[in-house]
C-alpha cells in the first residue's frame, strides 16, 4: 500500500519560545494533575476499607486508567515537538496505552453508574452483586473489550502493510498509522456501539433512581448528581472520539493561528478532563475526603475522626 497519505498531517513549526511554552504548561499540568491522582491511589493502598468497597474500587480504577491516558497523551505531544515525527513501530505502541485508556473510561463510568443504582434502587441486593471478585471481573472483562478493539488492528496493520512503511517516520495519530479505510470504518462502528450502550446504562440508572425513591431523600439526590457528573465526565471523554474531525475544522476556522487552536483543544480534551475525577470522588465523597486530606497536602495534619459511619460505607 502507498504510505504516502500517512504523513498528509502536517502543521507549521511553532518558534522554539512557543514550544518550550507549550511544552512547559502541558507538563506542570501532567504533573499537578497526575500528583493528586497519585495521592487517591496512595489513599486507597493505605485502608483497607476501600479495597472492600466495589465503588471505590471502580473509581481507583478511573484514576489508573486517567493516569495512563494523560501520561501516554502528553508524551506523544512531547514527542512531537521534539521529534515531529517517529518510526510507525514506536507510535503502534504509544497509541497502545492512549486508545486503551479511552474506550476503558466510558465503560468504566457505565460499572459505576450501575453500581449506585443497585446500591440505591436494591439495597438489599447489592451485598450479593456488587462483590469484590465480581468487580475485578468486570474490570478484567473492561480491559479484554478494549484490548480487542485494538489488539486486532496490529495484527492486520503487521500483516497487509510493507516493511517499508513499518521503518518509515510519520506524525503519530491513530488515522497516519493505521490507513485502511475498513479500520476506520471499523473503530467507527465499535465507538458508536459502545457509547450507545454506555449512554443507555447512564440514562435508564439517573431515571430508575429518580422516580424510585422519594426526591427529598440526601442519598438519593446525590446519587443523581453522581451519575449526572458521569454523564458530564462520558461527554468530555467522547470529545477525543472527534478530535480527527475538530483538528481538521480548525485548519478552516483558524488557518493563521492553527498551532496555537490545536493545542488549546488538546488541552481541553486531553488534560482537563483528567481532573474530573478526583473532584467528583476525592473530594465529594466524604468517606474517602477523611484520609484523602492526611495526604493530599505534605505536613498537614487534618483533626478528623477516621473512622467513617456505616452510612457512608453504604
Known sequence: MNFSSANSYVRARDSFSVAVSKNVIVGVLCIIINYINGTLIHTFNKHQIFHVNPRYILFIHLVVNDMMQLTSSVMLLLLSYVFYKISVRLCCFLLLFTIIATQNTPMNLAAMAVECYIAICLPLHHATLCTVRRTYILIGIIWFVSLMSYVPDIFLLL????????????VCIRNNAFLSPLLQQKNNIYNIILLVIVWSSLVYTYLRILFAAKSADADV????????????????????????????????????????????CYVFIQVLPRLISPIVYGIRDRTFRRYLQRYLLCGMRASINPQPTIKELQ
Not at 159 to 170: C, G, V
Not at 231 to 248: C, D, E, I, K, N
Open 221 to 264: 439526590k446525590k446519587a443523581r448528581n453522581t451519575i449526572l457528573l458521569h454523564g458530564f465526565q462520558l461527554l468530555l471523554s467522547m470529545l477525543t472520539y472527534v478530535a480527527q474531525a475538530l483538528r481538521q475544522a480548525l485548519y478552516v476556522w483558524f488557518p493563521r493561528n492553527i498551532t496555537d487552536a490545536i493545542f488549546v
Open 159 to 170: 500483516s497487509t502493510e510493507s516493511a517499508e512503511f513499518l521503518d518509515s517516520k510519520i
